[in-house]
């Protein structure tokens, strides 16, 4: 059985709305309680220009931030990894009467680079330790200012390549891990390591993801999604994370899961996906 690497992206939504109780703090704890009660581990990639911005600005009001530093600190404690997730449209968010709005793309640029130390800063002031793994802002590319940044920083384990989906077409589609240079979607000797994102294909009856999504009412029917769909641990049954997981040739395998997305069924569907599997952290996958 291979072992699981499950990756978690602690975020409110895109645009910067949506309440950090309801969507971040409140579906981290209880994956939490149930990762302790199984003996895994998780790493969990925080968007931590978000939550900086949040804190600075005053809003929301501190106790959400306070029992997510709180966790963090429970997390790492425990065995888990904290992992820097960067969304560069925190750059341009202002608070609104109705809450955050972010603005602009989620795809990193050159000049993002700015970010990566504000980002790492906040993470080692809310768990006490400096992140060693990272993953880009809508699973997109990471251009090399940002890459040099993160190798300043200390930040050598990348987890943003979905193979087979944009913009990571050619990266290889049956590899555990490998090492970069400069372009995490190819091999080469270099610092960083990559650790992608398992992605499985979507058969043409429909039937992964469309008729589960719809059972659990996240989205609606689907019936022509087409191409590679990431190993989704918030929306899939645990047999089908099951037979997407056991497909892959070698090595752990990588999922992902967001806990703005988080439900109590997929609580229930990940428990029975990760018994009798074996769950690291993504640095240690990483072989660092
Ligand atoms: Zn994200």
């Given at each position: 059985?291979?072992?699981?690497?499950?990756?978690?992206?602690?975020?409110?939504?895109?645009?910067?709305?949506?309440?950090?109780?309801?969507?971040?703090?409140?579906?981290?704890?209880?994956?939490?309680?149930?990762?302790?009660?199984?003996?895994?581990?998780?790493?969990?990639?925080?968007?931590?220009?978000?939550?900086?911005?949040?804190?600075?600005?005053?809003?929301?009001?501190?106790?959400?931030?306070?029992?997510?530093?709180?966790?963090?600190?429970?997390?790492?404690?425990?065995?888990?990894?904290?992992?820097?997730?960067?969304?560069?449209?925190?750059?341009?968010?202002?608070?609104?009467?109705?809450?955050?709005?972010?603005?602009?793309?989620?795809?990193?640029?050159?000049?993002?680079?700015?970010?990566?130390?504000?980002?790492?800063?906040?993470?080692?002031?809310?768990?006490?330790?400096s992140p060693t793994c990272f993953r880009a802002g809508g699973l997109g590319p990471l251009p090399v200012a940002v890459l040099e940044a993160l190798g300043s920083a200390g930040v050598l384990v990348d987890s943003s390549v979905?193979?087979?989906?944009?913009?990571?077409?050619?990266?290889?589609?049956?590899?555990?891990?490998?090492?970069?240079?400069?372009?995490?979607?190819?091999?080469?000797?270099?610092?960083?390591?990559?650790?992608?994102?398992?992605?499985?294909?979507?058969?043409?009856?429909?039937?992964?993801?469309?008729?589960?999504?719809?059972?659990?009412?996240?989205?609606?029917?689907?019936?022509?999604?087409?191409?590679?769909?990431?190993?989704?641990?918030?929306?899939?049954?645990?047999?089908?994370?099951?037979?997407?997981?056991?497909?892959?040739?070698?090595?752990?395998?990588?999922?992902?899961?967001?806990?703005?997305?988080?439900?109590e069924r997929a609580t229930r569907e990940v428990a029975a996906f990760w018994t009798g599997r074996p769950t690291l952290t993504v640095t240690k996958a990483a072989g660092l």
């Open positions: 059985m291979r072992q699981l690497v499950l990756t978690v992206d602690v975020e409110v939504r895109g645009d910067g709305s949506g309440s950090v109780e309801g969507l971040v703090v409140r579906p981290m704890r209880r994956l939490l309680e149930v990762a302790r009660r199984d003996g895994k581990v998780v790493t969990w990639f925080v968007d931590a220009l978000g939550f900086e911005r949040m804190e600075r600005e005053g809003l929301p009001k501190r106790s959400p931030l306070e029992a997510l530093t709180q966790l963090l600190r429970e997390a790492v404690a425990a065995g888990d990894e904290v992992g820097l997730h960067l969304h560069p449209q925190w750059r341009l968010a202002r608070p609104g009467m109705f809450g955050w709005r972010a603005r602009g793309t989620d795809v990193l640029s050159d000049r993002d680079a700015d970010l990566v130390d504000p980002g790492v800063a906040w993470i080692v002031g809310a768990c006490g330790r979905a193979p087979g989906r944009s913009p990571w077409l050619r990266a290889p589609v049956d590899r555990p891990s490998w090492n970069f240079q400069t372009n995490p979607s190819r091999p080469e000797a270099g610092p960083f390591v990559e650790l992608p994102i398992a992605v499985g294909a979507v058969t043409a009856r429909g039937h992964w993801p469309g008729r589960l999504a719809t059972a659990w009412g996240v989205r609606r029917w689907r019936p022509r999604v087409a191409g590679p769909a990431l190993l989704d641990a918030a929306r899939y049954a645990a047999s089908d994370l099951a037979a997407v997981a056991d497909a892959r040739p070698v090595g752990p395998v990588v999922a992902i899961a967001h806990t703005k997305t988080w439900t």
